[in-house]
């Protein structure tokens, strides 16, 4: 069965510093997609990103970064120069070919002190 | 702008009671899902639906059902309410990318 773990619980630093966020995922499929969501103290998901199983391109969007790689089984978010507005809870998630049906992990609470 | 909307952000409910959660997007997607988070845990899926009348559970369906009569809404009932079932519940629709706010429910 399809599994997410978001190993940090919690992370705190100062704001500009660099924080990555670490997603590994376990999966039978051979088509997925991986996720990226963001929960402010307001409680709604915000979708950050979807990437598919067979692209492994790094993406940057502005500070965010995420890095996928299916040797390890990793999708990576990166948060550069951060900033007080980034504190929120983090998920990584998979999915399983295009249903939507999602495997979420744990989550991972970034707070970003000024 | 794309919506899904949860018709409540607060519910306190007292054990025993038949609950119901209302979900309603604007996208015509053919697919709707109900999750719980709990901390911890992040969120696990409850029950999907790809199409009016069609529903299939999730990973955690016990205690729950749900109800599609219309594309655009999708409703999640707790049939006697208890307190484990005090959680935040989120509705999603189509492909991933889309969620409500939560609901935010509370069984006394």
């Known amino acids: 069965a399809q599994k997410v773990t978001q190993a940090q619980t919690e992370i705190s630093v100062v704001e500009k510093e660099d924080v990555t966020l670490d997603c590994v995922y376990e999966t039978r499929d051979t088509t997925y997609y991986l996720f990226w969501y963001k929960q402010p103290p307001s409680g709604e998901l915000v979708f950050l990103i979807r990437?598919?199983?067979?692209?492994?391109q790094n993406e940057i969007s502005g500070r965010y970064s995420w890095n996928f790689q299916k040797s390890t089984s990793s999708f990576n978010f990166t948060i550069t120069a951060s900033q007080v507005v980034d504190s929120a809870v983090y998920f990584c998630a998979h999915g399983s070919g295009n249903t939507g049906k999602l495997i979420f992990g744990q989550g991972t609470t970034l707070q970003v002190k000024p | 702008d794309v919506k899904v909307t949860q018709s409540s952000r607060y519910l306190v409910k007292r054990t025993g009671e038949k609950v119901f959660l209302e979900c309603v997007q604007d996208?015509?997607?053919?697919?709707m899902f109900w999750y719980r988070q709990d901390p911890g845990l992040g969120l696990r899926l409850i029950y999907f639906?790809?199409?009016?009348?069609?529903?299939e559970k999730g990973d955690i369906p016990e205690g729950y059902s749900v109800s599609r009569e219309k594309k655009e809404r999708f409703s999640l009932i707790l049939e006697s309410a208890s307190t484990n079932q005090t959680s935040m519940y989120l509705c999603a629709s189509g492909g991933g990318y889309t969620f409500g706010s939560g609901t935010r429910l509370t069984v006394v």
């Open positions: 639906s790809y199409d009016v009348k069609m529903k």
């Open positions: 990437r598919n199983s067979f692209d492994e």
């Open positions: 996208m015509d997607h053919e697919n």
